[in-house]
């Protein structure tokens, strides 16, 4: 059955986009993880600017994210079955955003299960996803909106090869409504997807400044080496420090400014929070995180 699988694709390999992916160990031989560039999607990333990480389970691997489409997940899996043959067992989906979880499809057709929070539970199925509108069609080529069929409400705990995986909804909305953590004690390791970024300005649209915080402490409590983000290289525990200041300052800055009586187009033009002017994307996303900051904060209020 997998023989005539990839004799199906073969024709997919030859003409979709070389995404270029190379696996980086991270703080154990058993751990890898295609880390994504610091940039907005577009026609010449094709969407590859989020991280997706294989952790062996001894007789398969887990896969945190999925990536950008079909064919990027075959070819970090490809990538990865040059490191050891094993099969996919279980996929976790770290929250809705598409840049994390689109190449589900490619696992699913290899009979993986997909574990995400219980906000994909209504998450509709678009006619034309963001993706698709901004890479291109050699890129997206074969990808399907597949969502995850087991979903954690709470916490889901599971046991692969005698290694217990906790699996963590932070029930509070913090970078989104869907935020889940997986976290590996015996690897002193935890994934949390887009509660951390940590080489470019975190996008802030669809979360919650005051539950981003609280979500960033916990997981900051967590007995671990290694803290894993959506996006960035950095995998310490001091990962998570460039969002934890960057969301505190902005709160703190457009807070000050609204009880000063300052309108949403002033404190736009006063809130630069210069020391993060040179971490990626800065130019592209500090006056809108402003101004998505105010109006979160006057409907807080």
């Keep these: 059955m997998k023989t005539l699988f990839f004799t199906l ?36 990333n094709n969407g590859n600017i989020a991280n997706s ?6 007789n398969s691997y ?15 899996y490809t990538q990865m079955q040059k490191i050891k043959k094993l099969p996919v067992k279980y996929v976790f989906n770290t929250h809705v955003h598409d840049d994390h979880w689109l190449g589900n499809g490619f696992y699913t057709a290899l009979g993986a299960k997909v574990i995400g929070s219980s906000a994909f539970k209504t998450l509709a199925i678009e006619d034309i996803p963001r993706m698709q509108r901004r890479i291109s069609a050699e890129a997206y080529k074969g990808t399907e909106q597949v969502h995850p069929t087991l979903f954690v409400d ?9 290694k217990k995986i906790i699996i963590k909804n932070l029930g509070i909305k913090a970078h989104t409504d869907s935020d889940i953590y997986i976290y590996i004690p015996s690897m002193r ?9 940590n080489d ?26 290694y803290i894993i983000g959506g996006h960035g290289k950095m995998v310490s525990r001091k990962s998570v420090d460039m969002t934890y200041s960057y969301i505190k300052t902005l709160r703190e800055r457009v807070l000050k400014l609204m009880d000063a009586g300052e ?3 002033d404190v736009v033009n006063s809130v630069t929070m210069k020391r993060f002017k040179n971490i990626h994307l800065y130019d592209d996303l500090q006056r809108q995180n402003v101004e998505t900051a105010y109006r979160m904060l006057e409907w807080e209020n």
């Design 9 to 44: 694709l073969l024709p997919l390999t030859l003409f979709s986009f070389d995404y270029k992916l190379k696996p980086v160990e991270v703080g154990s031989p058993a751990v890898h993880c295609f880390f994504g560039h610091s940039e907005v999607m577009n026609k010449k």
């Design 53 to 58: 990480c294989f952790v062996e389970m001894q």
């Design 62 to 76: 887990i896969v945190i994210d999925t990536g950008p489409s079909y064919s990027y997940a075959k070819q970090a």
């Design 154 to 162: 709470e916490e889901m705990v599971l046991y692969l090869a005698h």
């Design 189 to 197: 390791m935890v994934f949390v997807g887009d509660l951390v970024f």
């Design 200 to 225: 470019r300005i975190p996008s802030i649209r669809d979360g919650n400044l005051k539950g981003w915080l609280e979500a960033l402490d916990a997981v900051k409590k967590l007995d671990v080496d």
């Design 263 to 265: 309108e949403l187009g």
